[in-house]
């Protein structure tokens, strides 16, 4: 285990040039209902896409991989997010027979003004194999969400912007409707690498777990299902960690 | 019989990312899959060709009847060379071009085009010109 004198905090901030979907855990397939940022687990998953890129799959599994299961994750979400339900054309291979059928599913889809920042705190000796992996990551969720990393910084997470539990929520919180759903987050520290990327034939076990987070954002307007989100602060008052 | 349908023209902004490593690798894992640099640059060439179709002989609703086409066509096409993410900005900007153009590097080209014939000769010389690359994790491999 690392002091925390040996770790440090990194702010690699994202434009999401385009429209976006990452599901919010637990709604349908075919009847999506969308984040407005990734949460935490995409974000630690995207970290080891990208580190396996850059660097390989032994690599990121014995060096990277226990910094990714245990560091702290936090993520303040674009200045502005407007949801709409989009009306899709899906399609699904089927084995017998060898066919592909197409249906219509609804999904919302996101589009943000302004950056998303993901913080996480590293271990120093490990800061430049992390930057060039925040660096490497494209797209949050799906491939179609893109992504691109405008700059990484040394930075102290401003908690009160950035999505939190509810049950980490303090008291003090002005109370104000903040856009609230479930997120996925690793089990816990001890998460083992077989777990988060299953092999073929493997035995699935639940290396998530879900929660009830709440995000900086009030809504400010909606018109029929699409919803536009503003970032608004917990307290007003304190923002520091 | 007479038939009345509403016509429409719009302005479109369009995002896409092609990454030239990706081809004949099992992106999960980063290794190579098809080890053939031959198959390679013809599975690139033709990724590129249809990307560039896609955008010139456009599909939609309607397609059949109302045969959606090109009025017009700006945009940048940016290409890095080296590890790491080719800058993507948002095309509702007004000024994404100018803002595209001025993070050009030794590593990252970036060339606009104002027409679609433009586009068309740039795209022409990217899979005239280019091979795919590897990941820097098959380089780290050796």
């Known amino acids: ?241 | 019989m007479l038939m009345k349908m509403t016509a429409r023209s719009g302005e479109y902004a369009l995002c896409m990312r092609y990454k030239c490593a990706g081809i004949g690798m099992d992106t999960d894992k980063w290794k190579l899959v098809v080890d053939d640099d031959q198959e390679r640059a013809r599975r690139h060439a033709a990724a590129l060709m249809a990307l560039r179709d896609c955008l010139l002989s456009p599909q939609g609703a309607l397609t059949a009847t109302m045969l959606p086409h090109l009025t017009g066509l700006r945009g940048a096409i940016v290409a890095r060379s080296s590890t790491g993410r080719a800058p993507i900005y948002s095309a509702l900007e007004s000024d994404f071009i100018p803002r595209l153009c001025a993070l050009a590097s030794d590593s990252c080209s970036v060339s606009s085009f104002d027409t679609i014939d433009e586009f068309h000769a740039q795209m022409r010389a990217l899979i005239d010109s280019t091979r795919p690359a590897l990941p820097a994790a098959c380089h780290a491999l050796g």
């Open chain 1, 1 to 241: 285990m690392l002091e925390a004198s040996s770790l440090t905090w990194l702010a690699a901030d994202y434009h999401l040039p385009a429209t976006y979907s990452c599901r919010v855990p637990m709604s349908s397939i075919t009847s999506a209902l969308a984040l407005p940022a990734p949460g935490p687990a995409t974000v630690r998953l995207a970290l080891m896409r990208g580190g396996i890129e850059v660097f390989g799959l032994e690599y990121v599994q014995s060096v990277l991989f226990p910094s990714i299961r245990a560091m702290s994750v936090h993520i303040r979400p674009p200045a502005r997010v407007a949801l709409t339900a989009q009306v899709l054309r899906s399609y699904k291979a089927e084995e017998h027979p060898h066919e592909i059928s197409e249906a219509p599913i609804s999904r919302e889809v996101a589009h943000a003004e302004g950056p998303m920042t993901a913080y996480i705190q590293v271990p120093r000796p490990q800061q430049d194999a992390f930057c060039q992996v925040l660096g490497m990551i494209g797209y949050w969720g799906q491939a179609s969400s893109l992504a691109w990393c405008t700059g990484i910084q040394e930075s102290v997470p401003p908690l009160d912007e950035c999505v939190l539990p509810l049950r980490l929520l303090q008291e003090q919180a002005r109370l104000r409707p903040f856009f609230s759903c479930i997120l996925s987050e690793f089990r816990d520290r001890s998460v083992a690498w077989h777990e988060v990327m299953p092999v073929a034939g493997g035995r699935i076990s639940n290396a998530l777990r879900l929660d009830v987070y709440v995000w900086p954002l009030t809504e400010v307007s909606q018109q029929e299902s699409g919803r536009l989100l503003v970032r608004q602060a917990f307290t007003v008052s304190r923002a520091s960690v």
